[in-house]
């Protein structure tokens, strides 16, 4: 089978495209290079520039590669941008998912894995999230990853399509070093940041109801998340068409954010300055994290990494791409390289 894998130059897209070409599937990538590293894929594997609300495109891309299944992660993601745009979400999101869709339907590929989100279920209240617990996002962001679930699932009873619909936790870590994430949109990248500026990092609030009164969850590492979405796109392919999948990928173990913290100052070896406690931001749920039950036994699919390694993983990507001065001291400006 080949592969188109949207989205494949991002943090977690190129983790999906690197895992799926070394375990010897075919692959080409389409993405619109607005956000995404082209030096992440490996050698050999074909970069489309483009949209997927491109339906030439889309057509041309699948059929001049021959692609027979997809694996869509191509989205806008941030939570508060969300907020402020939520238009520009529901169109990115949403319609570039529609017009991707009438282009599998229309070429009569048959395997779509879609990339959803834990945001799916907005502030469970509930020690373990399973795929059954209500769905109630809180912002745009999670509500266009909801949406598409349905999409995908009903263009799927319509037209044949065998799906799956992996809603992952809190991503974190690197496979390789060169594939980190640089942003500082994420908790442990944003730890990181403060602490090579000589910045304490912020903890936002410590009196819930959770042992150390921190928010609690579910961290996934990312080469772990790219073995899933490789395994559930060769369940796909074993499968007669037809049939949907949604499962969580995560632990099942939660991690409080004190606790990160810890760990972060640990691995670097920067403990000054110490977190800062500042207020809650509004809409935290205390603890979310996933139970893994169902993914293991539809997939068999288990988590191979722990928090330390994503936390170490990652700080060896981070002194690569962001480089700065030695542990304890702080960094001018001038020493970072762009994001």
């Not at 075919?26 to 609300?53: F, H, I, N, T, W």
């Not at 042992?211 to 590492?221: A, E, L, S, W």
């Not at 395994?231 to 068409?241: D, G, K, M, V, Y």
Request: aromatic share 6%.
């Amino acid at each position: 089978m080949t592969w188109l894998v949207t989205g494949g130059i991002g943090y977690v897209g190129a983790h999906v495209a690197r895992a799926m070409a070394e375990a010897g599937e075919g692959v080409v990538v389409l993405d619109d290079v607005s956000s995404g590293l082209p030096e992440r894929l490996p050698p050999g594997v074909p970069l489309v520039r483009g949209s997927v609300a491109d339906r030439a495109l889309l057509d041309s891309t699948i059929a001049g590669h021959g692609v027979t299944g997809v694996v869509h992660l191509a989205a806008k993601k941030q939570v508060g941008e969300s907020v402020e745009h939520p238009l520009t979400y529901y169109r990115e999101n949403l319609y570039g998912l529609t017009v991707l869709l009438e282009a599998v339907a229309a070429a009569g590929v048959r395997r779509f894995v879609f990339s959803s989100s834990a945001a799916v279920y907005g502030m469970p209240e509930v020690d373990s999230v399973t795929e059954d617990t209500a769905c109630v996002p809180l912002n745009p962001y999670g509500e266009t990853k909801l949406a598409g679930e349905w999409l995908v699932r009903a263009a799927g009873r319509a037209h044949g399509l065998s799906t799956a619909c992996l809603r992952y936790f809190n991503v974190a870590g690197a496979a390789r070093p060169e594939l980190v994430d640089i942003g500082v949109s994420n908790v442990i990248p944003t730890f990181f940041d403060a602490l090579t500026r000589g910045e304490a990092p912020r903890i936002f609030g410590d009196d819930y109801p959770t042992p150390d009164g921190t928010c609690v969850r579910d961290y996934i590492h990312v080469a772990d998340l790219a073995q899933a979405h490789l395994t559930a796109a060769r369940r796909l392919a074993e499968r007669p068409a037809g049939g949907d999948l949604t499962v969580n990928v995560g632990t099942g173990e939660g991690v409080s954010v004190r606790e990160l913290a810890d760990l972060v100052a640990e691995t670097t070896g920067i403990r000054d300055p110490a977190p800062v406690v500042v207020p809650r931001r509004p809409g935290d749920p205390a603890r979310v994290v996933a139970s893994a039950e169902r993914i293991g036994g539809e997939l068999g699919w288990a988590p191979r990494y722990g928090v330390r390694e994503m936390v170490a993983s990652a700080w060896e990507g981070w002194r690569l791409r962001r480089p700065g001065p030695r542990a304890g001291g702080p960094r001018r400006d001038a020493d970072a390289l762009p994001g």
